[in-house]
């Protein structure tokens, strides 16, 4: 059982919270979550667009992420992988990883992250 740390006329409400809770808040990254934080901001991941490229390119990244989550530590979750891709919700990301038809020109669109990722 874990030790309350009590916040005393040294430490404020608010440096013991932080003391508290330091270990859950410092998820330490490893190369899957920096490629992952590269490509979403590199492709412009997440900048909202409608248009069917972006889209692919977006669908393309939750299903390689889907595949390969069990190998990341920060981004593991569906809510985690949505925040990252400009704030989207956990059913977004499933409907790109299950349910989204792609487009007629998909294989054109993805190939640049395509390289990227699967290097």
Request: charged share 30%.
């Amino acid at each position: 059982m874990k030790k309350a740390i009590k916040f005393s006329e040294d430490l404020t409400p608010w440096e013991a919270w932080i003391i508290r809770f330091e270990k859950s808040h410092n998820v330490i990254s490893n190369n899957y979550d920096k490629i992952c934080n590269l490509a979403v901001h590199q492709y412009d991941l997440h900048v909202e667009s409608r248009k069917q490229d972006h889209q692919d390119r977006i669908t393309f990244f939750c299903r390689w992420w889907f595949e390969n989550k069990k190998f990341m530590k920060k981004y593991n979750s569906y809510a985690s992988i949505g925040y990252i891709l400009g704030k989207k919700d956990h059913a977004s990301v499933m409907h790109h990883v299950k349910g989204r038809v792609v487009s007629y020109g998909y294989e054109e669109n993805v190939a640049c992250i395509k390289d990227f990722l699967e290097s």
